[in-house]
């Protein structure tokens, strides 16, 4: 088997077109991991973000029930 490049330093190089071809690899693997990673912190975001909103509705119908309760219980003494 008779490799292309004589040494690394070449294979890097790649005959003056290796700025051009790792740059291209580069960019390629950026954009294929952010296209894995956005959807994955876009949804924990809503998920924190609909977590928090049910805290709140809670909080909200405790509070409501807490009101109504008491008027009750004056109008029982």
Not at 12 to 23: D, E, F, N
Not at 33 to 57: D, G, S, T, W
Request: aromatic residues 10%; positive net charge.
């Amino acid at each position: 088997m008779q490799f292309q490049f004589d040494d690394f330093a070449s294979f890097l190089a790649m005959s003056g077109h290796g700025p051009y071809v790792w740059i291209s690899y580069g960019v390629t693997i950026a954009v294929l991991v952010a296209l894995v990673l956005v959807p994955l912190l876009r949804q924990r975001k809503m998920r924190e973000q609909f977590q928090r909103q049910i805290r709140q509705e809670e909080a909200r119908r405790r509070t409501g029930a807490e009101r109504n309760a008491k008027p009750a219980a004056m109008a029982a003494e």
